[in-house]
């Protein structure tokens, strides 16, 4: 008998708080398959404890072992579940095909403006009601008004493929209006036009400000040496390179690596995470290029493991500026060859800011293209009126520490 579609993905849920949900998905295999469920985990705020991965070339079977973090946070596992079978290429009649959103054209983007009175963590909360009614923020304008009031551009978009529809944008708005309570004067929805491209990249970023965000080198200092170690073997397997990759823990560290693999076209056929002891990882992974052969080339080995190694240790860039009166915070990351940026970046840096009392007066994202790569750029203007420019250097790089380490789940 065949598989069902109920068989593509199982969630068996934890049975108790100390104990992982296991997450398997056994479906036909696509290049960077592995990297795009992992990334729909992690938009569900989950961290994955460890994997198994085991694939021929034609099918694949993929079990994650998962928790939320923060341990409160409630997972719609319905919703998840569609969600990663829409990333599964299928194998099923067109009748089931029609239920699924269809992932090969970009979908529509949406224009959410919130027009509300200032208050510390607005942008969170409006964050965390978007990210709880899976819409994804692609890009976005914050601008406050020296009257004290904010409008909010979001540019998003919805992983129901729902937001054509009247019920489900005046559900975001009430949702939105709810939340926002009193502080709340309107709310409006409706599909974005041509003002989208312009948002796309930033007006001016200074020459000075970008060599410090993209410009880096690995560091070779033996402590950081230590937090990041790649062993090639091509002598284990007769058809296969091994990778066996001990590292510092981080909570996308898996998609980091999966990332590359993908952008790299290096099917991994057979790979194991173990669980993270005493805050390192480890990961042994049966690797091949995407002829079937084995990577034995010294400066493709040399290359591959220094790409790892960015990604593991640096895999974001935060810095801390003064331009003029203004105090900005930025955050960058490289995009996936296929355009999508790291999950839920926007969410951490607001929380991050929000735990530290520190309001956002505006805020942007865009792309930055540089001779490497395209980044996704994260720009706040931290609100000097609240007494955050009177902050020593130290103080400000507490924040930068704060940010980081919400970013990196530490």
């Given at each position: 008998?065949?598989?069902?579609?109920?068989?593509?993905?199982?969630?068996?849920?934890?049975?108790?708080?100390?104990?992982?949900?296991?997450?398997?998905?056994?479906?036909?295999?696509?290049?960077?398959?592995?990297?795009?469920?992992?990334?729909?985990?992690?938009?569900?705020?989950?961290?994955?404890?460890?994997?198994?991965?085991?694939?021929?070339?034609?099918?694949?079977?993929?079990?994650?072992?998962?928790?939320?973090?923060?341990?409160?946070?409630?997972?719609?596992?319905?919703?998840?579940?569609?969600?990663?079978?829409?990333?599964?290429?299928?194998?099923?009649?067109?009748?089931?095909?029609?239920?699924?959103?269809?992932?090969?054209?970009?979908?529509?983007?949406?224009?959410?403006?919130?027009?509300?009175?200032?208050?510390?963590?607005?942008?969170?909360?409006?964050?965390?009601?978007?990210?709880?009614?899976?819409?994804?923020?692609?890009?976005?304008?914050?601008?406050?008004?020296?009257?004290?009031?904010?409008?909010?551009?979001?540019?998003?978009?919805?992983?129901?493929?729902?937001?054509?529809?009247?019920?489900?944008?005046?559900?975001?708005?009430?949702?939105?209006?709810?939340?926002?309570?009193?502080?709340?004067?309107?709310?409006?929805?409706?599909?974005?036009?041509?003002?989208?491209?312009?948002?796309?990249?930033?007006?001016?970023?200074?020459?000075?400000?970008?060599?410090?965000?993209?410009?880096?080198?690995?560091?070779?200092?033996?402590?950081?040496?230590?937090q990041a170690v790649i062993t090639v073997d091509n002598?284990?397997?007769?058809?296969?390179?091994?990778?066996?990759?001990?590292?510092?823990?981080?909570?996308?560290?898996?998609?980091?690596?999966?990332?590359?693999?993908?952008?790299?076209?290096?099917?991994?056929?057979?790979?194991?995470?173990?669980?993270?002891?005493?805050?390192?990882?480890?990961?042994?992974?049966?690797?091949?290029?995407?002829?079937?052969?084995?990577?034995?080339?010294?400066?493709?080995?040399?290359?591959?493991?220094?790409?790892?190694?960015?990604?593991?240790?640096?895999?974001?860039?935060?810095?801390?500026?003064?331009?003029?009166?203004?105090?900005?915070?930025?955050?960058?990351?490289?995009?996936?060859?296929?355009?999508?940026?790291?999950?839920?970046?926007?969410?951490?840096?607001?929380?991050?800011?929000?735990?530290?009392?520190?309001?956002?007066?505006?805020?942007?994202?865009?792309?930055?293209?540089?001779?490497?790569?395209?980044?996704e750029v994260y720009r706040f203007r931290?609100?000097?009126?609240?007494?955050?420019?009177?902050?020593?250097?130290?103080?400000?790089?507490?924040?930068?520490?704060?940010?980081?380490?919400?970013?990196?789940?530490?």
């Amino acid at each position: 008998m065949g598989m069902s579609w109920e068989d593509v993905v199982l969630i068996e849920e934890r049975k108790s708080s100390d104990e992982p949900t296991v997450v398997t998905v056994n479906c036909p295999d696509k290049p960077g398959l592995g990297c795009d469920l992992v990334r729909n985990v992690l938009e569900f705020g989950l961290y994955v404890t460890r994997g198994d991965f085991s694939t021929d070339g034609k099918w694949c079977y993929i079990v994650l072992w998962v928790v939320s973090r923060p341990c409160s946070l409630k997972i719609d596992w319905e919703s998840l579940k569609q969600r990663l079978l829409s990333c599964c290429p299928s194998f099923l009649p067109a009748f089931y095909l029609n239920q699924l959103p269809d992932s090969s054209k970009p979908p529509p983007i949406y224009l959410l403006k919130v027009f509300s009175l200032d208050r510390k963590g607005l942008i969170h909360d409006v964050t965390q009601v978007l990210c709880e009614l899976e819409l994804t923020i692609q890009s976005l304008k914050v601008m406050t008004n020296p009257d004290g009031k904010v409008l909010d551009l979001f540019f998003i978009t919805d992983h129901l493929d729902l937001l054509h529809t009247k019920i489900r944008r005046e559900e975001t708005c009430e949702h939105l209006s709810s939340v926002l309570g009193e502080y709340c004067i309107s709310c409006e929805l409706e599909l974005s036009g041509p003002e989208y491209e312009s948002q796309k990249g930033f007006t001016s970023i200074s020459e000075e400000i970008a060599d410090e965000l993209f410009s880096f080198q690995l560091a070779t200092k033996e402590d950081d040496r230590s937090q990041a170690v790649i062993t090639v073997d091509n002598l284990m397997s007769p058809a296969h390179t091994l990778l066996q990759i001990q590292c510092l823990d981080q909570k996308a560290l898996i998609y980091d690596i999966l990332k590359i693999s993908k952008d790299c076209n290096i099917q991994i056929a057979y790979g194991r995470i173990s669980s993270s002891v005493k805050g390192y990882r480890s990961l042994d992974l049966f690797i091949q290029k995407d002829d079937g052969k084995k990577i034995l080339d010294k400066e493709n080995q040399v290359a591959l493991c220094s790409r790892l190694k960015e990604e593991m240790l640096h895999p974001l860039r935060v810095i801390i500026t003064n331009r003029g009166p203004d105090t900005e915070l930025f955050v960058a990351n490289p995009v996936e060859l296929s355009g999508k940026g790291r999950p839920r970046v926007f969410y951490d840096v607001t929380f991050a800011l929000k735990t530290l009392g520190i309001c956002i007066f505006s805020a942007e994202v865009g792309r930055h293209s540089t001779a490497e790569r395209e980044w996704e750029v994260y720009r706040f203007r931290l609100d000097e009126t609240r007494g955050f420019a009177l902050m020593s250097k130290k103080a400000k790089m507490d924040v930068v520490d704060k940010v980081r380490r919400t970013l990196m789940g530490w």
